[in-house]
């Protein structure tokens, strides 16, 4: 039963044909040769056993080594021990007559098909084989140039070994990391950018072995990264740990900046004394290796994930591309939570805000504003829009009117919509007065709407409530609001 060899030689396996049988035939003729020449300079007596072991040896050196390099897709399990017996021979056909040149030939063809075709421990094998021959060659007093021929054949058995060892160990690399990815992905398949990121950062540092992880997401408008969170093993201080998550970063500044701004990984093993590393107000002066990479999905960065770990000449360039690996998996799933977010905060129909993303925005972003204003918009005689024109004309409309709002408000005014034809705008730190001049611009813009629309084609209405309060009176301030856009619509 044949196998394929995990080592065989890509250069063999991509000739045609033709050019692996002329391969094949010329290997196999200069071992034969070897066995052949061997026989020829030293002429034991006939029939006897060295002359039976030469000539067999010429025979089963022309079979085994054509095998070997035709056979090149499977490989029978015997012909590895074939070799190793033929090995064998080419020592003894070498110790009767140490001073003939063909035995140390023999013994250097031999080790370029073994170092060619077969697995290591059949090549350790080999060089054991050799170092035997080696002995005897100087136990024997064989001249220079053959214990040099040895030397050389075992010195490059040795380098096919090392070659071979290096290569397994990348593919033991490769295999571990990506067993490391594929516990990765499960985790990522939380919902929310909070549970993805809190799950990414927490897998990151076990499977880099790291002290401390965190990701940091970009603002793009202020254009600073900020701490969404961080890990560490052991737990850092309280006292360190706020000191970090309090800390913004500028875009450009610092390792994570850096990157941040030019998109590119860092792999740093003396952060210290990297010019381009700013220390974190609050955080001890030590010695760290850090590892930064981007955070991008379909070309938009989303921020910076950031591991390190304590002393110097800690990271590999194998972790660096471990961590890029994983970077790009966690970007995908922060892409993806994102939109999840937006699409849970949008209205399907108008792509403004809905009811429960203003639930959320009051509980947070109402406690850096000191003065609130409102305007609660409705849609008059919306009903008969839909019972005349249909509901696909009412579609149209509200869409329309959610397009007409948003383009008179301002940049970081709130519009939501509030109920089936109501709209709420929330004009954070602004005045009445203020919040009345966006009202009256909103009903320009209506009119201009209106003048535009040809005749037997729906017109809008719209009756808005304005006022005004304190943060602390947000609630009341919307039933407030309620009340004066009835009114104004019974007026």
């Not at 040896?57 to 390099?69: C, E, I, R």
């Not at 990348?170 to 799950?199: F, N, S």
């Not at 009051?362 to 509901?391: C, P, T, Y």
């Not at 004309?393 to 109501?422: K, M, N, P, W």
């Amino acid at each position: 039963m044949g196998h394929r060899q995990p080592n065989d030689v890509g250069a063999v396996t991509g000739l045609h044909w033709s050019g692996r049988v002329f391969m094949a035939a010329l290997s196999a003729f200069a071992v034969a040769s070897a066995f052949a020449g061997w026989l020829l300079t030293r002429r034991p007596p006939m029939w006897s056993l060295l002359w039976w072991g030469a000539g067999i040896g010429a025979a089963l050196g022309f079979v085994l080594t054509f095998t070997a390099f035709w056979r090149v897709y499977a490989t029978p399990q015997w012909l590895p021990w074939a070799f190793l017996a033929l090995d064998g021979l080419a020592v003894i056909l070498f110790w009767s007559d140490p001073g003939s040149p063909f035995g140390p030939l023999l013994l250097l063809l031999l080790s370029a098909v073994v170092a060619a075709r077969f697995r290591k421990w059949f090549l350790v094998a080999h060089v054991w084989i050799l170092a035997v021959a080696l002995a005897g060659a100087w136990y024997l007093g064989a001249d220079a140039s053959t214990r040099l021929f040895l030397v050389s054949g075992l010195s490059g058995v040795i380098g096919v070994i090392r070659a071979i060892y290096l290569r397994f160990r990348e593919q033991a690399i490769q295999t571990d990391h990506l067993r490391r990815l594929m516990e990765l992905l499960p985790v990522l398949k939380a919902h929310g950018v909070q549970d993805v990121v809190e799950a990414a950062v927490r897998h990151v540092v076990r499977a880099t072995n790291s002290r401390t992880g965190v990701v940091l997401l970009l603002d793009e408008e202020a254009q600073v990264l900020r701490p969404h969170f961080l890990y560490s093993e052991p737990p850092l201080s309280p006292e360190e740990k706020e000191a970090v998550m309090n800390t913004t970063i500028e875009v450009g500044v610092g390792l994570s900046g850096w990157v941040a701004k030019h998109g590119q990984s860092i792999l740093t093993n003396d952060a210290a004394r990297d010019p381009r590393a700013a220390h974190v107000p609050g955080t001890p002066h030590e010695d760290e290796s850090i590892l930064v990479v981007p955070l991008i999905a379909d070309g938009r960065l989303y921020g910076v994930l950031r591991v390190d770990r304590p002393g110097v000449d800690q990271y590999t360039i194998g972790d660096l591309h471990l961590l890029e690996l994983m970077a790009a998996h966690v970007s995908d799933a922060i892409s993806r939570a994102q939109l999840e977010e937006r699409l849970a905060r949008r209205d399907a129909l108008t792509g403004v805000y809905n009811r429960h993303y203003l639930n959320e925005w009051s509980q947070h972003a109402m406690r850096e504003v000191r003065e609130v204003s409102v305007l609660l918009i409705d849609l008059r005689k919306f009903k008969e829009v839909n019972d005349r024109w249909g509901h696909l004309t009412g579609d149209r409309v509200l869409r329309q009117c959610a397009e007409l709002i948003c383009g008179s408000v301002r940049t970081g005014d709130l519009v939501v919509r509030y109920g089936g034809d109501e709209f709420l705008v929330v004009l954070a730190n602004t005045t009445r007065a203020e919040a009345e001049r966006i009202a009256a611009r909103i009903q320009e813009r209506v009119a201009e709407w209106n003048a535009q629309q040809g005749e037997g084609e729906p017109r809008l209405i719209l009756d808005i409530g304005v006022d005004t309060a304190q943060q602390s009176e947000f609630q009341q301030l919307l039933d407030r609001a309620d009340e004066r856009m009835y009114a104004c619509k019974y007026a």
